[in-house]
């Protein structure tokens, strides 16, 4: 008797985690069908101010990064993750079980903030993006952090004579363009802001934040500048100076497969 209870017990649990995993499912396709569901965002980017200011009746959770928000997809606490595509798509190689949805949407331009009115900073930022490009020392990095294989090869650190320290802001936990390797932090924006140290005289410091506490570091002096896939919006002009744009990217949804 006790174990046919046993069994019915067994069944009836089976049957409860079918029917609740079978409820956990969520259908999303496209921008659109955001709408009402849980969405994941990295605090401060502009997958968050996208989310807000477009996707209706969603419930917006905010993350410090987009690896801590994987771990909510994928114990089902989110329906989807609103990120950049680069990052994104090292999140899904890292997590078998999740993917990024073939959609893009809301195109962004990358550039580097300075304090407002200092023009010597950012004039001299803005060479060094030129040089780059037209030397061909951009196209080289866009090959070592975002090769097609995958296999990115970190350059050797620009070296620099500057004895002044140039404080560089940035939120190391947005690969490629800014994450940790071993104990130091790497990526594109970190390579680049070598070059702009080197090009203004000074030595380079890497100072790792939260993401959503950079500008306010900016304004504060605690750093000189800031590095960090950061969108210049129209927002963030009223608070900051942003260089020229250095990269174009993409939004995209990242859901449980």
Avoid: H, W
């Amino acid at each position: 008797m006790k174990r046919i209870m046993f069994a019915v017990f067994a069944a009836l649990v089976l049957f409860g985690v079918l029917s609740c995993s079978k409820k956990a499912q969520v259908n999303i396709a496209s921008a659109e069908d955001l709408n009402g569901k849980k969405i994941g965002c990295q605090a401060g980017t502009t997958g968050e101010i996208y989310v807000q200011d477009n996707v209706k009746g969603a419930t917006l959770k905010s993350f410090k990064t987009g690896m801590d928000a994987a771990l909510d997809l994928k114990n089902g606490a989110i329906d989807a993750i609103v990120l950049d595509e680069l990052p994104a798509k090292e999140i899904v190689k890292r997590n078998r079980d999740l993917k990024v949805l073939d959609i893009r949407f809301a195109t962004e331009e990358y550039a580097i903030a300075v304090k407002k009115g200092n023009t010597a900073l950012l004039d001299s930022i803005n060479k060094t993006i030129s040089v780059m490009k037209a030397d061909g020392t951009y196209e080289k990095l866009v090959k070592a952090f975002m090769p097609a294989d995958g296999a990115i090869v970190v350059p050797e650190a620009v070296p620099s004579n500057g004895s002044e320290i140039i404080k560089m802001g940035t939120n190391a936990a947005f690969p490629p363009f800014e994450y940790i390797e071993g104990t130091d932090p790497v990526g594109f924006d970190v390579t680049m802001s070598q070059l702009i140290a080197r090009d203004f005289g000074k030595k380079l410091q890497v100072v790792d934040m939260a993401f959503d506490g950079l500008i306010a570091a900016l304004q504060s002096d605690a750093i000189d500048f800031i590095a960090a896939g950061m969108t210049a919006t129209d927002e963030r002009r009223k608070n900051v100076d942003f260089s020229e744009p250095y990269y174009s990217s993409n939004q995209v949804i990242i859901v449980r497969k």
